[in-house]
């Protein structure tokens, strides 16, 4: 199942080793990470329970990761049973659109749009298209509000502190809400979309004020803060709820 583990010489990149494991039927992408200084396996469930990642002593014989894993199994389904649930998306069922809960309708015309509107005062999100393509397609709508409130946000907020943003991308990253590089490049969870305005505003800000703090330190804080009165608010519905947009399977 897996390539040996072989100690390595001096200071030699260890590669991580990626792989598919089943647990209760379901494939899930197992990331397997060697390090000399532990001392034992540890496996972790990454949050939303959509990949695992499992660190091991360096020069383990790869039998006993395959023990390792095997013994855990039970373990993976009672931690994983929680994530489900909350991760399906059907006819009928409900999606957040920037913090409002939408039920999800299909309107069963194949080319029809992906757009939300308001039935008997009540939020809808209309989806077109074949039913196998449903998850796809709201994560495709999701992505294009993502991009349309990030990119003015960031635009607002680069332009407060008179910096320059060289690259806006959106990923579907398993922990990390977003990321800035030294050059201006800005990434972002597109799964923010879900999230109410005030947090999609913080994320921008927190974002952008890297662009002048490559650190969290107290003046990283106090330039977030300036950028955005709700960062403190913003940072307590993360904490609570991110790992529930992590958790929803879009396919």
């Known amino acids: 199942m897996f390539p040996s583990f072989k100690r390595r010489r001096g200071s030699e990149t260890r590669p991580d080793i990626t792989r598919d494991i089943e647990v209760a039927g379901k494939r899930l992408p197992l990331t397997i990470r060697q390090n000399a200084r532990a001392t034992r396996m540890t496996l972790r469930i990454e949050p939303g329970g959509r990949a695992l990642k499992l660190t091991v002593p360096e020069g383990l014989p790869e039998r006993e990761v395959s023990a390792f894993l095997s013994r855990h199994q039970g373990w993976l389904m009672t931690k994983l049973a929680r994530f489900s649930g909350e991760s399906e998306l059907e006819d009928g069922g409900t999606i957040f659109i920037r913090g409002v809960a939408h039920r999800i309708e299909r309107t069963g015309r194949i080319r029809g749009l992906t757009e939300p509107v308001i039935v008997d005062d009540e939020a809808v999100l209309r989806v077109g298209g074949a039913e196998e393509h449903l998850r796809r397609r709201i994560a495709d709508y999701l992505k294009k509000e993502a991009r349309l409130e990030l990119e003015r946000l960031v635009a607002v907020y680069a332009g407060r502190i008179g910096r320059r943003v060289r690259s ?84």
């Open 168 to 251: 806006l991308s959106l990923k579907d990253t398993r922990s990390r809400w977003g990321s800035c590089s030294a050059e201006g490049d800005l990434s972002f969870s597109w799964r923010i979309a879900m999230a109410p305005p005030k947090v999609i505003a913080y994320l921008a800000a927190h974002e952008v004020a890297h662009l002048e703090e490559m650190n969290h330190g107290p003046d990283f804080w106090a330039l977030c803060e300036r950028l955005c009165a709700d960062t403190n608010e913003a940072r307590r519905w993360l904490k609570r709820n991110g790992t529930m947009l992590h958790s929803i399977d879009f396919g």
